[in-house]
């Protein structure tokens, strides 16, 4: 598990529409070589905003919550 890691894709997912994309397109390809759990890429692919924030131990701010978090959990998944 690394909070860092995670911290790290929400932080290039909110900054960078094109891995935004690849994250909620083909997750596989933008978590991989990650130091990420199984649990933390379903998690981060999902938008699990409470999970996420019981690995980081607090809230994650507001914009990685309206650009990153938000749009992940309302996508539709085939």
Do not use: Y
């Amino acid at each position: 598990m690394s909070t860092k890691a995670m911290l790290g894709v929400l932080e290039r997912a909110a900054d960078d529409t094109t891995f935004f994309g690849q994250l909620a397109t083909d997750p596989q390809a933008a978590l991989k070589d990650l130091d990420l759990t199984s649990e933390e890429e379903v998690a981060l692919i999902n938008g699990d905003q409470g999970f996420i924030e019981s690995r980081i131990g607090g809230k994650v701010d507001k914009r990685i919550e309206e650009k990153v978090l938000i749009p992940l959990l309302s996508r539709e998944r085939w």
